[in-house]
């Protein structure tokens, strides 16, 4: 009934809300005007920008609560990019000038240079030793530009962070590049800053399209395309005979800084007052290049400051509201969420206070439709939400937070406020490019986002528990886990399903005497209650997913000694009916209950992954069920293994899924370092749900004090997870 009541309210507060999506994209027009000269981070036209907002906020009442006024001081490195020129030479066509924004865009913050300089390709530039990759290799690149082609290869190691622009540019200068050139798509990125302590006056860093990488390649024997899929499965250094002839002037602009543009709407209850909800988007964008063509960033992000522009003004119209909101319009994200970083830092109102942040980043183009993020953050609250949202005729995408990010919402997450973020579903055709321009703004994009986000913000505005998170990154942490119940619950003969915060198994009859027509009936009745339910029951990988889109799922699982001599038709009868797990029997009677080569082979072939014991025969059977074998085992039984049978696990191909049943000890979790980015999964799926947050919080404190990352633990905690079952 309560959810009745919820869905019935949010149906008609959407009908009734005064969010005027005409307003929104005027002002997001406005903002992308030529004006403000594409609003780049210290400077003028990005000033001017700073100063339209603020006297906005003035305009329709909202407080000033920065460091002076509105405005919140931002310091940054800012440059000024003043000419450019380049052309490929050595090519059978000649000397080949290339076109700025179509051929190429230096980075905000590349270097000065008059060069000209033979050019080597170093594939993704990735270099790591303990993973097994390094796309340098033996090659000569001192004095030389670098090509390297953004993407990561296919490997049970995470490269996330290994590929990133910083990781990169550090790898090409340690072994003297003189400048880098970066390939991500057949048109060049605008902007792609460069970290202040990678700034180098006179190292020129750009990037490329594809008329510019076709030609590096030339007389190498490889296409882009193909050596974008060799490059998946190895490093393939190249060396050409091309050189690149760079001529571009870059200067640095002393004592710049941005400015958050900061206000606040304030709540009205004598307690609740003091908790904040804030809602932001970024004001910056890519400014002028050196031909003084103006990259508006309409899209990216007039839409956003735009529509919560006119999410102050209708809220501010709707008001009063228990808690308070405070609206925030950040600088230098598009220098590396700069702004969003510093306010996280040295908030201008208590940071514990913050009851969620509320994102908004490319909202304006798309197919009319809005995505949101997060709102398995707000506990209890954001889940009830989500369901209601879920069962509207034309629900938004809903998506659990998985960790990083690259907009300012991602700085919240990490100091510990709930974020989360909204944008326009669908296509953004012109990101960092030239054309991004008002006249392309989806009027129904800003409709949509700006009706869903109002509702959202005047509820948690309104809610009457505490939800204040005391900026707590464990718990931020915790609800982004996720965990998997492999004891589950067993199947009855009505095919009901137990489901809650964590993916169960669902275990089919274990006798070997009943019939694969019974086993097949009970799938049947399981995927028919699912279905009235909204359950995921396709399998394990799609139960990750539905994970991932704040839905239930369940793996349907059975013994090994249930399919005990039953034929491949049975097995792949069983598999299309969804049997996702195979739990092959432990100790002494394994060899009892075996399944047959051929029967592994099938059940290989159709998908299903084997759950092994941590045993004496757990290696024969991982190196027989290979990518399909996932080792069951707790974390504490593991530490205990022989060091040399756990790091031939942690070096296969099977996933290693440990549960963590008690606070680890520091010994027990240096034993999976090694692999911390490869194929294990920390699981939960024991503990009490009361007590899950506690046993998470419980073991990333301990995760942190051995010197794991964050991107250590996302990995532990789910992105190995899904790695894996992605193949």
């Not at 309560?2 to 005027?20: P, R």
């Amino acid at each position: 009934m309560t959810k009745l009541l919820l869905l019935v309210s949010i149906s008609c507060a959407l009908q009734a809300f005064a969010f005027d999506a005409d307003r929104a994209i005027e002002l997001a027009r406005t903002l992308a005007g030529d004006r403000f000269e594409g609003r780049k981070s210290g400077h003028t036209g990005g000033k001017l920008a700073e100063e339209f907002v603020a006297d906005y906020c003035r305009e329709i009442g909202l407080d000033p609560i920065g460091k002076d006024g509105y405005f919140q001081d931002v310091p940054l490195l800012v440059t000024e990019q003043q000419s450019a020129s380049f052309a490929i030479l050595g090519s059978q066509l000649g000397r080949v000038p290339m076109t700025e924004g179509l051929d190429f865009a230096f980075n905000t913050h590349s270097g000065s240079a008059y060069f000209t300089r033979d050019i080597v390709v170093a594939g993704f530039g990735i270099v790591n030793a303990e993973k097994g990759r390094d796309d340098f290799g033996d090659l000569d690149v001192q004095n030389k530009i670098v090509v390297i082609v953004r993407g990561v290869p296919t490997s049970a190691y995470s490269f996330e962070d290994e590929n990133t622009r910083t990781h990169t540019l550090k790898n090409a200068r340690e072994r003297g590049a003189a400048g880098v050139m970066w390939y991500a798509g057949s048109m060049p990125l605008a902007g792609a800053a460069i970290k202040e302590e990678l700034y180098d006056p006179e190292m020129p860093l750009l990037y490329i399209g594809d008329r510019v990488l076709q030609l590096a390649l030339e007389n190498t024997g490889y296409s882009i395309e193909s050596y974008k899929n060799a490059l998946k499965s190895k490093a393939i250094p190249l060396t050409t005979d091309k050189q690149a002839a760079i001529n571009v002037k870059v200067r640095q602009l002393k004592d710049r800084t941005g400015r958050n543009v900061c206000a606040m709407l304030y709540g009205t209850d004598a307690v609740l007052r003091n908790e904040i909800v804030v809602v932001g988007a970024h004001l910056d964008h890519c400014g002028l290049n050196s031909g003084k063509l103006p990259y508006n960033g309409a899209d990216d992000n007039a839409s956003g400051s735009g529509l919560i522009g006119e999410l102050a003004r209708s809220l501010k119209e709707r008001g009063p509201f228990k808690r308070s909101i405070m609206f925030v319009w950040f600088t230098a994200e598009e220098d590396g969420l700069l702004g969003s970083k510093h306010f996280c830092e040295q908030p201008t109102v208590p940071f514990g206070n913050i009851v969620a942040m509320l994102n908004f980043d490319m909202v304006g183009q798309g197919d009319g439709k809005a995505t949101v993020v997060g709102l398995d953050q707000l506990g209890e609250f954001g889940t009830a939400y989500a369901d209601s949202l879920a069962a509207l005729t034309d629900a938004p995408k809903i998506r659990a937070y998985q960790g990083g990010g690259s907009s300012d919402h991602a700085s919240f997450g990490e100091a510990g406020a709930p974020p989360i973020a909204f944008w326009s579903s669908g296509e953004h055709p012109f990101y960092h490019h030239f054309c991004d321009d008002g006249a392309w703004l989806n009027p129904e994009s800003f409709k949509t986002v700006g009706t869903y986000s109002e509702d959202l913000i005047s509820r948690l505005a309104n809610a009457q528990q505490s939800l204040a998170s005391r900026s707590d990154s464990l718990r931020v942490l915790s609800h982004i886990a996720v965990s998997l119940d492999v004891d589950g619950f067993y199947v009855d003969q009505t095919g009901t399903v137990s489901t809650d915060d964590v993916i169960k198994v669902a275990w089919l009859p274990f006798d070997v005497r009943t019939t694969t027509s019974d086993l097949i009936n009970r799938c049947a009745l399981v995927h028919d209650f699912c279905a009235g339910k909204k359950i995921s029951s396709g399998g394990l990988k799609q139960a990750v997913e539905a994970h991932g889109k704040m839905e239930k799922g369940i793996a349907l699982a059975i013994t090994e000694a249930a399919l005990y001599k039953r034929t491949s038709a049975d097995l792949i009868a069983l598999s299309r009916m969804g049997l996702s797990l195979v739990n092959l029997t432990p100790g002494a009677d394994a060899d009892k209950t075996a399944l047959t080569e051929q029967s592994v082979k099938t059940l290989k072939k159709a998908g299903v992954y084997a759950l092994l014991p941590l045993d004496y025969k757990t290696g024969a059977r991982v190196n027989a069920w290979e990518s399909n074998a996932i080792v069951t085992a707790s974390l504490e039984q593991f530490a205990a293994t022989p060091s040399g049978i756990r790091d031939s696990l942690l070096t296969s191909k099977a996933l290693v899924l440990l549960d963590v049943t008690n606070e680890p000890t520091t010994e027990q979790v240096q034993t999976i370092r090694a692999a911390r980015q490869r194929y294990v999964h920390l699981n939960f799926g024991e503990s009490f749900a009361q007590l899950r947050e506690s046993d998470h919080k419980a073991a990333f404190r301990k995760l942190y004090e051995s010197g794991f990352t964050h991107e250590d633990i996302l990995c532990l905690t789910g992105g190995n997870l899904r790695r894996f079952l992605n193949g």
